[in-house]
Nanobody, 118 residues
Framework: VQLQACGGGLVQAGGSLRLSCTSS????????MGWYRQAPGNQRELVAT???????KYGDSVKGRFTISSDNAFTTVLLRMTSLRLEDTAVYYC?????????????WGQGTQFTVSS
């Protein structure tokens, strides 16, 4: 599975931005897509994920501010981010996962830097 992210860059605090991620390759088995992020000195943390059934999950720090959605084909996910804070600054990683009886196969995109300025 290959993941191509679009978006990122620099935005002012309080502003909004969108990130998108498109999957390609062996995508038939993907049943979850989403975003994680990692700030300097911190562990990678959940931002938001969505399943093929439309079930969403959000990290506590972004609930109520970020919204994740997918297209009907479940090949592209869109992350709408509002009320951005300085602490949202991080490298954002797109992810796609195949949850199966033997475990989880997860793929990662290269990461896109996103900086919130004051």
């Amino acid at each position: 599975v290959q993941l191509q992210a679009c978006g990122g860059g620099l935005v002012q605090a309080g502003g909004s931005l969108r990130l998108s991620c498109t999957s390609s390759g062996s995508i038939d088995s993907i049943n979850e897509m989403g975003w994680y992020r990692q700030a300097p000195g911190n562990q990678r943390e959940l931002v938001a994920t969505i399943t093929t059934g439309g079930v969403t999950k959000y990290g506590d720090s972004v609930k109520g501010r970020f919204t994740i959605s997918s297209d009907n084909a479940f090949t592209t996910v869109l992350l709408r981010m509002t009320s951005l804070r300085l602490e949202d600054t991080a490298v954002y990683y797109c992810t796609a996962a195949d949850f199966h009886p033997r475990g989880i196969d997860r793929s990662w995109g290269q990461g896109t830097q996103f900086t919130v300025s004051s």
